[in-house]
C-alpha cells in the first residue's frame, strides 16, 4: 500500500520527538499533520525558534521571493514630493516606523546624517 505523506511526516516527527523529547519544531509539526486538536496554539519555545531562524533570512525572503518593494516606493514618493532627489533636504531629526527591516533607513541614509 502507498503510505500518505501526511502519515510518513507524523512518523518522521515522532521519531524525532523519540530521540530528542525537547524538540519544540517535531512537536509542533506532528500536532500539525496529525490535527491535534489537544494543541490549541504553538509553543512560546517554537515561535521563538523560528522567528530567530527566519531572522536571518528574512530581508532576502521579503524583498527576493515575495517581491516586496515598499522601500522603494517610499523613497520615489520622497523624492517626487520634493522635485526630485537633488531637492530633497538634510533633516536633523527623524522618526521611523518601520518594521525593523532597514531597509527604507539605506534608501534615506544620505538625507539624515544621523541614521
Known amino acids: 500500500r502507498e503510505v500518505p505523506c501526511a502519515e510518513m511526516a507524523a512518523n518522521a516527527f515522532?521519531?524525532?520527538?523519540?530521540?530528542?523529547?525537547?524538540?519544540?519544531?517535531?512537536?509542533?509539526?506532528?500536532?500539525?499533520?496529525?490535527?491535534?486538536?489537544?494543541?490549541?496554539?504553538?509553543?512560546?519555545?517554537?515561535?521563538?525558534?523560528?522567528f530567530e531562524d527566519y531572522a536571518q533570512n528574512f530581508e532576502h525572503s521579503l524583498v527576493d521571493e515575495l517581491g516586496y518593494d515598499g522601500f522603494q516606493r517610499l523613497r520615489r514618493a520622497f523624492d517626487r514630493s520634493f522635485g526630485g532627489q537633488e531637492k530633497v533636504p538634510k533633516f536633523g531629526l527623524v522618526i521611523d516606523a518601520g518594521c525593523g527591516t532597514g531597509l527604507v533607513g539605506e534608501q534615506v541614509s544620505w538625507e539624515l546624517p544621523g541614521l
Not at 519544540?24 to 496529525?34: E, F, G, P, R
Open 14 to 50: 515522532s521519531r524525532a520527538i523519540e530521540l530528542d523529547p525537547s524538540n519544540q519544531n517535531a512537536k509542533h509539526m506532528l500536532a500539525s499533520v496529525t490535527a491535534d486538536a489537544t494543541v490549541v496554539k504553538a509553543s512560546n519555545a517554537y515561535v521563538t525558534e523560528l
